[in-house]
């Protein structure tokens, strides 16, 4: 056992790091984050503000199906939670849906024709299903028929991804829409809503109402940050993890992160915690892990995504929280309402501000193009899809985010089993956690699970939990009730072994 005075050395202040940090900081363990953003911490659910306006990137909802979660949530900011009623949509040929569908409204917005297309559609996809979905589209036609996926997922999804949906693995649509059949949206749509404490069997993409924080999801991570230093933690802004070497000798790692200004400092302790991108890490380790894993890693893909922040005058034009844009004329995925996140996102109430969701490649033509640009293309499609009018616009704003959801593709679970392995076989006190660190599109409450997890096998001395086995809802799936987690042999992880090489742990679908 090392006699390393920092516990652990943890890479990347999202809510997975903070959460771990927190964790292990409040058994009075002391712990070092390190994180590259030199001004915000919380990663993609971090809070931009520009001009006393707030900017969420990507609209972050706070409901898990984790009880210990959600009271983990509470603990940290208390009443400045709020309430919020969920309302989104979709934008379809000039038309707005509400999503989650509601059939008889979607069907009668449709038309005649289209409609008894579509039913038809449905019943043919019901009656000869693909036995075996292996991409998006298949899935989705299983659930929906062929012509509600062309109108309501298709063009949308390949917008994210840059990708055919043919080319997505169906573990995509298992994660993220889970349980959504149209037989669950029809009885959504008729049936009583659920109470609360029903959430243990809600569907996630139905629920219809939500807690946020009222300055934006940085506030949850900036006061978790707060609390982890008054712990007696280190959270360390403008730091950019260059290199993790593992010293056998002392039994701890070596972590080198670049200041601002280029300067290079060096932590010691006696676990690592990264939730940075898994190729980025499988690269800096020292000793080298062996080829394949170096070009497993290599291989891994990332979509990245840059939201264009608007500030316009208050023409109450739409109140949902946001659109999704179904249409191939313009470049724009999905426009957020700050204002109906929050009102408080909102400095002037005569004015809104709205975040429109471009999804590219990083050195793509969208990324590359000048901010003043990108602002005057966000206005124009503001206008072409009816939400605002570019005379309306008062100024805007361009935030970038690299490495924002990692690809589904066809190999990815081949890539991810062989890191895994040679992970477990050449580095002790290694731990994954978060969406990159894991190689999981995740929410927050999955993130913050798989760190909870992590930090409690570091208490315990042993891999006492298994980390992969959280499944996309935040839940422990091994133990009795959602994010409750019990402890004792059976939450041991099995053993890495000939099985372990066919694919690895996967969210439940």
């Given at each position: 056992?090392?006699?390393?005075?920092?516990?652990?050395?943890?890479?990347?202040?999202?809510?997975?790091?903070?959460?771990?940090?927190?964790?292990?900081?409040?058994?009075?363990?002391?712990?070092?984050?390190?994180?590259?953003?030199?001004?915000?911490?919380?990663?993609?659910?971090?809070?931009?503000?520009?001009?006393?306006?707030?900017?969420?990137?990507?609209?972050?909802?706070?409901?898990?199906?984790?009880?210990?979660?959600?009271?983990?949530?509470?603990?940290?900011?208390?009443?400045?939670?709020?309430?919020?009623?969920?309302?989104?949509?979709?934008?379809?040929?000039?038309?707005?849906?509400?999503?989650?569908?509601?059939?008889?409204?979607?069907?009668?917005?449709?038309?005649?024709?289209?409609?008894?297309?579509?039913?038809?559609?449905?019943?043919?996809?019901?009656?000869?299903?693909?036995?075996?979905?292996?991409?998006?589209?298949?899935?989705?036609?299983?659930?929906?028929?062929?012509?509600?996926?062309?109108?309501?997922?298709?063009?949308?999804?390949?917008?994210?991804?840059?990708?055919?949906?043919?080319?997505?693995?169906?573990?995509?649509?298992?994660?993220?829409?889970?349980?959504?059949?149209?037989?669950?949206?029809?009885?959504?749509?008729?049936?009583?809503?659920?109470?609360?404490?029903?959430?243990?069997?809600?569907?996630?993409?139905?629920?219809?109402?939500?807690?946020?924080?009222?300055?934006?999801?940085?506030?949850?991570?900036?006061?978790?940050?707060?609390?982890?230093?008054?712990?007696?933690?280190?959270?360390?802004?403008?730091?950019?993890?260059?290199?993790?070497?593992?010293?056998?000798?002392?039994?701890?790692?070596?972590?080198?992160?670049?200041?601002?200004?280029?300067?290079?400092?060096?932590?010691?302790?006696?676990?690592?915690?990264?939730?940075?991108?898994?190729?980025?890490?499988?690269?800096?380790?020292?000793?080298?892990?062996?080829?394949?894993?170096?070009?497993?890693?290599?291989?891994?893909?990332?979509?990245?995504?840059?939201?264009?922040?608007?500030?316009?005058r208050e023409r109450n034009r739409f109140r949902d929280n946001w659109i999704y844009i179904h249409d191939p004329n313009v470049k724009v995925g999905r426009v957020q309402n700050y204002k109906s996140w929050s009102p408080e996102m909102v400095p002037d109430p005569d004015n809104c501000s709205y975040g429109l969701e471009y999804f590219c490649f990083e050195g793509d033509g969208l990324w590359t193009m000048q901010d003043a640009d990108l602002i005057a293309l966000g206005a124009k499609e503001l206008e072409q899809v009816g939400l605002g009018a570019t005379a309306d616009v008062l100024d805007g704003c361009v935030i970038r985010q690299q490495k924002a959801y990692p690809v589904y593709d066809d190999d990815y679970q081949q890539h991810v089993g062989v890191i895994r392995?040679?992970?477990?076989?050449?580095?002790?006190?290694?731990?994954?956690?978060?969406?990159?660190?894991?190689?999981?599109?995740?929410?927050?409450?999955?993130?913050?699970?798989?760190?909870?997890?992590?930090?409690?096998?570091?208490?315990?001395?042993?891999?006492?939990?298994?980390?992969?086995?959280?499944?996309?809802?935040?839940?422990?799936?091994?133990?009795?009730?959602?994010?409750?987690?019990?402890?004792?042999?059976?939450?041991?992880?099995?053993?890495?072994?000939?099985?372990?090489?066919?694919?690895?742990?996967?969210?439940?679908?």
């Open positions: 056992m090392s006699d390393c005075p920092i516990k652990a050395v943890i890479a990347g202040a999202g809510p997975a790091g903070l959460t771990a940090a927190y964790e292990l900081s409040k058994k009075g363990q002391r712990v070092v984050v390190l994180e590259s953003d030199s001004q915000y911490v919380g990663g993609i659910s971090r809070t931009a503000e520009y001009h006393g306006y707030r900017f969420d990137i990507g609209g972050h909802r706070f409901f898990s199906k984790s009880r210990e979660v959600e009271a983990l949530w509470t603990e940290i900011l208390g009443a400045d939670l709020l309430e919020r009623p969920r309302s989104s949509k979709i934008y379809y040929r000039g038309k707005f849906f509400t999503y989650p569908l509601k059939p008889i409204e979607a069907l009668s917005r449709l038309g005649v024709v289209e409609s008894a297309l579509c039913v038809l559609s449905f019943l043919r996809a019901r009656l000869k299903p693909v036995r075996h979905p292996k991409s998006f589209e298949d899935w989705v036609v299983n659930e929906f028929g062929e012509r509600l996926f062309r109108i309501f997922f298709k063009t949308y999804t390949e917008k994210v991804w840059g990708m055919s949906c043919k080319d997505i693995s169906a573990d995509w649509a298992a994660q993220r829409i889970k349980g959504l059949t149209l037989g669950a949206a029809i009885k959504s749509a008729l049936l009583p809503k659920r109470k609360p404490n029903d959430r243990a069997r809600v569907v996630k993409t139905l629920i219809g109402a939500f807690r946020y924080p009222r300055l934006g999801p940085g506030m949850m991570w900036e006061a978790c940050a707060e609390k982890v230093r008054a712990l007696g933690g280190e959270v360390l802004l403008g730091r950019s993890v260059v290199g993790c070497s593992y010293d056998q000798a002392n039994s701890s790692w070596v972590v080198s992160a670049r200041t601002a200004d280029g300067k290079l400092q060096e932590f010691r302790g006696e676990h690592l915690i990264s939730s940075m991108p898994m190729r980025q890490l499988v690269a800096q380790i020292e000793p080298r892990l062996p080829e394949t894993a170096l070009r497993s890693a290599n291989a891994l893909r990332y979509r990245d995504f840059l939201t264009i922040g608007l500030i316009l392995r040679a992970l477990a076989a050449h580095c002790r006190n290694l731990h994954l956690v978060g969406r990159n660190g894991m190689h999981k599109y995740n929410n927050q409450d999955h993130a913050m699970m798989t760190a909870l997890l992590a930090a409690r096998n570091i208490l315990a001395g042993e891999a006492k939990y298994d980390v992969w086995s959280v499944n996309e809802d935040g839940e422990y799936l091994e133990s009795g009730q959602a994010g409750e987690v019990s402890g004792g042999d059976s939450e041991r992880p099995p053993a890495v072994g000939k099985d372990f090489d066919e694919r690895p742990s996967l969210p439940a679908g």
